[in-house]
């Protein structure tokens, strides 16, 4: 967005959820310390994601495309929030955010999966941004069969949750990989 001067193609609605899944998942920033490493990870995570929604609707909010990033986000923050309260680990403040964030992280990609289905093309750059944040969730896939096998951990909420954000990305993945990477722009079919 800064090198660019322009946030065109950015769902604003995205990066807000992202930030509010950030925000809520690392709250515990103020109760346990687990590393200095941890601790500025989560911290450069937050500041990445308030300074994206800045550029967005601040900096480079004459080059946001707010007619089309129109979904409405009360869609998935109240199934989010009832689902959080529903099936949580613990009836705790803490692990009810906690699990409010990982329910909100999978779904907070469809503003922008639905932006795009609007205008019906990405940008290269934007399609780029979207194939590595799927292929971040993915990974986590091949984290959680390697920690069930090494630790015998298994998170029945991480997992389901990761599960269905990846489905979300499947579509896009077979377009990313049949028209991006052959140097095409994406580009969706519009109906007549």
């Not at 705790?92 to 409010?100: A, G, K, S």
């Not at 015998?152 to 997992?159: G, H, K, L, R």
Request: proline fraction near 3%; charge should be positive.
């Amino acid at each position: 967005i800064q090198k660019s001067k322009s946030c065109a193609g950015i769902s604003g609605k995205s990066q807000i959820l992202f930030a509010l899944v950030f925000t809520t998942r690392y709250l515990d920033l103020f109760t346990t310390f687990i590393s200095v490493y941890n601790t500025v990870m989560k911290v450069i995570f937050l500041i990445c994601a308030y300074i994206t929604v800045y550029m967005i609707y601040g900096k480079f909010r004459k080059t946001f495309d707010s007619e089309n990033d129109s979904f409405r986000l009360e869609f998935l923050l109240v199934p989010v929030t009832g689902l959080s309260f529903l099936e949580n680990h613990s009836f705790t403040p803490l692990e009810i955010l906690w699990t409010f964030s990982i329910y909100l992280e999978s779904v907070a990609i469809l503003p922008q999966l639905f932006m795009i289905s609007k205008t019906g093309e990405a940008e290269t750059i934007t399609t780029h941004y979207l194939f590595f944040l799927g292929l971040y969730r993915a990974l986590y896939i091949a984290n959680w069969v390697w920690r069930y096998y090494t630790e015998n951990f298994y998170d029945q909420i991480a997992v389901v949750s990761g599960v269905v954000q990846t489905i979300f990305y499947c579509d896009f993945f077979y377009l990313y990989v049949t028209k991006v990477l052959k140097g095409k722009k994406l580009s969706l079919p519009m109906p007549v």
